[in-house]
């Protein structure tokens, strides 16, 4: 996982929080261990936030479903749902987390997003 590897932050993620990614919620909970919570600690945040078990993060069927109803973001793109910043941007809305990325685009065209 190079400087240049897009992939390498996702993976990286995967396999952080042993969770599978964007394909179940270890994106999710990897970005609330970034902010300085304990694996548990953020399991438990992401669980209540989704309104899912502990069990249902890892469940990549619940997860997919729940992911498109939220529409958060999934592996294989979806037409007419959210990808990429705002993906991002409904992320740091449900998780109430600042993501650089989205705060820099907010600037960028001076208003909330929603």
Not at 52 to 69: A, G, I, Q
Not at 72 to 93: D, N, W
Not at 100 to 114: D, F, H, S, T, Y
């Given at each position: 996982?190079?400087?240049?590897?897009?992939?390498?932050?996702?993976?990286?993620?995967?396999?952080?929080?042993?969770?599978?990614?964007?394909?179940?919620?270890?994106?999710?909970?990897?970005?609330?261990?970034?902010?300085?919570?304990r694996?548990?600690?953020?399991?438990?945040?992401?669980?209540?936030?989704?309104?899912?078990?502990?069990?249902?993060?890892?469940?990549?069927?619940?997860?997919?479903?729940?992911?498109?109803?939220?529409d958060?973001?999934?592996?294989?793109?979806?037409?007419?749902?959210?990808?990429?910043?705002?993906?991002?941007?409904?992320?740091?809305?449900?998780?109430?987390?600042?993501i650089?990325?989205?705060?820099?685009?907010?600037?960028?065209?001076?208003?909330?997003?929603?």
């Open positions: 996982m190079g400087t240049g590897d897009p992939s390498g932050m996702g993976l990286a993620h995967a396999l952080a929080s042993s969770m599978g990614g964007i394909k179940t919620t270890g994106d999710l909970v990897a970005r609330m261990q970034l902010n300085k919570m694996l548990p600690e953020a399991k438990r945040y992401v669980a209540d936030k989704l309104g899912v078990s502990l069990l249902d993060l890892s469940d990549s069927t619940v997860m997919r479903t729940l992911r498109e109803d939220l958060i973001g999934v592996v294989t793109a979806v037409p007419g749902l959210a990808k990429g910043l705002e993906a991002k941007a409904r992320i740091a809305e449900l998780l109430d987390i600042r650089n990325c989205v705060e820099r685009m907010k600037e960028k065209i001076g208003a909330p997003l929603r």
